[in-house]
């Protein structure tokens, strides 16, 4: 596939301190960009990371038709490049854009554009523990015309920002009872823009309380425990991990479904089912509730402190053979291309 | 207030068809945009419409940051300039925004920002009957950073696009069934930019068979008629007029209340309460369906021919005293400065 390849001039690269990087608001020195008009996808082309021209009138602004993908880069100690399960991005962004009437994007345009910018950019991926490129593929309707239909025009976007590993400190959750995040029917599935501009404002009056995050219930009874802002949620009873299944309410994390597999290779007792609000607080009166962990792949894995639930507060316990350290050190082996990969997650670039 | 003003050199005025306007594509020769950072919104300006600099990384393209208004500004023979409850306008765009934890934009912004504006462009606010400016006003997080969170940085914008009588052509709906436009504790009630993109696809299926829009039920059971894609829906059944009551989920349109108030002041029998599909389905079995409508900015009122829902297809009856066509134009006198205006709807510029 033609790529056209301007590259830039002098790489910011030395002026970036990698020892202190705020998640998303370095990037790299290039930016893939493919068009979509008159019902094909253009030539992509790999351009200095910078500002773009959009018409004020475009319709990603007005009627919100913006998907993403959150995926890294891996580096191991011989400076080969890793993916993790990239296939499972690709296919998701281009689910999520079905929902919302965009063009699907090729898996050329995907693969080898995001192949070539990682070469381009290959500098930027730092190896040793905790380092990766955090990479954001997104498509937007970027026609300038406002009548409440699909556009006709889009560009697909991919830009790099270095990470490091990922701490977000304690975390405290409020089950929802109010507020919701999606319904049945909807597009709580998509990794679609709107869904997160929806969901600040529920978790800043959680803030408020003292809460990092809300996981989501579903909207029709607030009984059944669905998702975090951005990670799926596990909850451990006794010895045995359970998770919401996917619908059309929660998005299909990599990590998640990652997890699961796991569970199974490692022969802990997973059920993915219907979680009830009454059941987690009973397991945690009863001190049955040993951990509750987010998962998702800017964090890998985030364990859960406590949470609230109406006038209800929790604690869990501290716990030294945790579920959440297991499989985060599996699945950071693997990522990083430490551990054996029986499955063919990595993919090696 | 200080507005900061560029004028355009050459008006593109004589280049436009006024006769043949699709709706949205073209716009005036200015635009107001304002920006917000570090806490506060600076200096409004007037300038030349155009394409604008963003940032890849802006939320607004990442996590649907993102709400709007739709108004009109209307030309009488004396060739005074009028709006129709632009409070009401400028009030749902800071509840809208406010869902999104996007921060309110001052009056004097909106509406000096606003008045001035259409000063510049007066010439291209037409006069005759169907003829207006459709007015967009809208508020975008354009910061440059991708983590989940709420922006700092904003950008108030006011672009004004000619529109004429606008005519949809014959619409017939269809009563949703597995798809769903938002949820209880959602921001259905918000004018949010994804709950638009959201309604694409399912309408698109809708278009495959033949009909023009949906008329969105609620998520849970289905069972009671909310709003359509961009306007709020009434249902007469014998002399009776019925609308759903405004909730979470549906937009509180300007239109649709305007309408409750006429009805009451000409003492038409109105009910404002849910409206569940079997009683519309039943009403239409008996020839008690007189009539359907849509209502909102863009079309004033839209009547709606027939409906399907599961397997079921209803056509309603041609009527000649419509409510409809009396509302309508109950509206447009008011709008054009023909007809009395008791509730001082009618702002002059
Ligand atoms: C809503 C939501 N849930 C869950 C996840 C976790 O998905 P993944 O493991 O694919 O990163 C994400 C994204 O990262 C998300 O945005
Ligand atoms: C979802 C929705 N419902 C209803 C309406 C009608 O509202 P209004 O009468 O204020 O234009 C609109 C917008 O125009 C809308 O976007």
């Known amino acids: 596939m033609n790529i056209d390849i301007e590259l830039i001039q002098d790489s910011k690269l ?19 960009v493919c068009d979509f008009a ?7 082309k790999i ?35 890793f993916l993790f399960r990239p296939d499972e991005n690709f296919n998701r962004i281009n689910k999520s854009g079905e929902r919302l009437a965009m063009p699907t994007v090729p898996e050329d345009v995907f693969f080898e554009g995001l192949k070539k910018l990682l070469e381009v950019d290959n500098a930027w991926i730092k190896k040793g523990e ?21 556009a006709e025009e889009y560009k697909f976007i991919i830009i790099c920002s270095p990470a490091q590993s990922y701490y977000a400190g304690e975390v405290r959750v409020i089950f929802a009872e109010k507020y919701s995040r999606s319904a049945d029917g909807g597009v709580g599935f998509a990794k679609a823009a709107g ?13 408020k309380e003292g809460y990092q995050q809300i996981v989501w219930t579903d909207a029709s009874t607030h009984e059944f425990l669905e998702e975090a802002g951005t990670m799926n949620v596990f909850f451990r009873i006794g010895d045995k991990l359970v998770t919401a299944p996917t619908s059309d309410r929660i998005l299909d994390g990599v990590t998640r479904k990652s997890i699961v597999q796991l569970a199974k290779d490692f022969n802990i007792d997973i059920e993915v089912r219907r979680v009830s609000v009454t059941e ?25 402190k406590g949470f609230k639930h109406q006038n209800d507060t929790f604690e869990l316990p501290e716990i030294s053979d945790s579920y959440a350290s297991f499989f985060k050190e599996k699945l ?17 670039l």
Chains 1, 2 share one sequence.
């Open 14 to 32: 030395n002026t970036v301190d990698f020892n202190n990087l705020a998640f998303g608001r370095i990037f790299t020195d290039h930016m893939l």
């Open 38 to 44: 008159n019902g094909e996808w253009k030539t992509p």
């Open 47 to 81: 351009m200095p990371y910078g500002p773009m021209l959009f018409e004020p009138s475009a319709r990603v602004f007005h009627y919100g038709q913006a998907v993403f993908e959150g995926m890294k880069a891996y580096k191991d100690d011989n400076d080969d490049v």
């Open 130 to 150: 905790g380092n990766s490129l955090y990479i954001r593929p997104f498509i937007i309707a970027s026609e300038g015309a406002i009548s409440a239909s699909p």
């Open 195 to 207: 869904n997160y501009a929806a969901q600040f404002y529920p978790t800043s009056l959680a803030h």
């Open 280 to 304: 987690i607080k009973e397991a945690a009166k009863k001190g049955e509730l040993k951990e509750m962990f987010g998962s998702g792949t800017a964090a890998v894995i985030n364990p859960i």
């Open 332 to 348: 950071l082996g693997i990522q990083y291309n430490k551990l054996e990969d029986k499955h063919n997650w990595r993919v090696k």
